[in-house]
């Protein structure tokens, strides 16, 4: 099972992830920040307000991204 093991803020909403097989991406999530709960991560503040969880990333705010997504949508660091 795919797991995201640490992140690194770059800029903007840009992150760097590093997944349980040791690679690396660049992960863009601005065109995602839509909608109700992922829209309020627009705010920077809250955008970095975020954590590991066992398996992904989680922001404050309860919003989370599956390890796949990620590793699909990002490029290789």
């Known amino acids: ?34 909608g109700e709960v992922f829209g309020e991560l627009l705010d920077k503040e809250k955008f970095i307000q975020y954590g590991l969880t066992h398996t992904t990333i989680e922001w404050a705010n309860g919003a989370d991204l599956a390890p796949e997504f990620l590793y699909e949508i990002g490029t290789v660091a």
């Open 1 to 34: 099972m795919l797991r995201v093991i640490d992140i690194d803020y770059i800029k903007d909403y840009e992150l760097l992830i590093t997944f349980s097989d040791h690679s690396k991406k660049v992960v863009d999530l601005r065109p995602y920040l839509t």
